[in-house]
């Protein structure tokens, strides 16, 4: 059982940042890999950034380095650190954990708004 608790969304200015926080809490599985999701209304839910316990990142194309994501092993804690926000990045984004890239558990997600 995995449970996710997402942080650090809100409203922002073109051009601005966020930074959005997940943290897992998982017993007994073991949290191997990380990764944020999003949704736009009207559009299909699509990868911003994932990331492997070991370091290992990727990325949406749509992100072109405007995006960071880090995890903390130790505390099962992901980081989405979003520069330079367009109008377009605005959704609901949401948190996903577990062992594998296909079996991930979700959070509830949070909503991020991109409006001047």
């Known amino acids: 059982q995995v449970r996710l608790v997402e942080s650090g969304g809100g409203l922002a200015q073109p051009g601005g940042s966020l930074n959005l926080t997940c943290k897992a809490s998982?017993?007994?599985?073991?949290?191997?890999?990380m990764a944020w999701y999003r949704q736009a209304p009207g559009k299909q839910r699509e990868l911003v950034a994932r990331?492997?316990?070991?370091?290992?990142?990727m990325y949406g194309d749509f992100v072109k380095g405007r995006f960071t994501i880090s995890m903390d092993n130790a505390k099962d804690i992901m980081t989405l650190q979003m520069n330079s926000l367009e109008t377009e990045d605005t959704g609901v984004y949401y948190c996903?954990?577990?062992?594998?890239?296909?079996?991930?558990?979700w959070g509830q997600g949070i909503e991020v708004s991109v409006s001047a």
């Open positions: 996903g954990a577990g062992a594998t890239f296909s079996a991930l558990s």
């Open positions: 998982s017993s007994p599985l073991r949290i191997n890999v």
């Open positions: 990331i492997v316990s070991g370091g290992s990142t």
